[in-house]
């Protein structure tokens, strides 16, 4: 959300400066927008590493309940092992 309010801002900026023959205002438009850009895909690189965390979390929470299933049957079938 905040990478999609920086390209916004710096598009305004970005038009301004050209309107009005600004070209200082229009190069902090296009770094706003550049900024923005930035910052949307550290979002999604975030997001898709949250992601694979969670997947690796999830295989080895189930790979923990296998291994301690298989423990108990294996003492079911020796007690005294």
């Known amino acids: 959300m905040a990478g999609e309010m920086d390209k916004l801002k710096g598009?305004?900026?970005?038009?301004?400066?050209?309107?009005?023959?600004?070209?200082?205002?229009?190069?902090?438009?296009?770094?706003?927008?550049?900024?923005?850009?930035?910052?949307n895909a550290?979002?999604?690189?975030?997001?898709?590493?949250?992601?694979?965390v969670d997947r690796a979390a999830d295989k080895a929470a189930?790979?923990?309940?296998e291994v301690a299933e298989h423990a108990e049957q294996q003492t079911r079938r020796d007690p005294d092992a």
């Open 42 to 52: 550290a979002e999604n690189l975030k997001e898709r590493a949250k992601e694979q």
């Open 62 to 65: 189930d790979k923990s309940k």
């Open 11 to 39: 598009k305004v900026k970005e038009v301004a400066g050209a309107a009005t023959g600004d070209g200082k205002t229009e190069a902090e438009g296009k770094m706003d927008q550049a900024k923005g850009s930035a910052k």
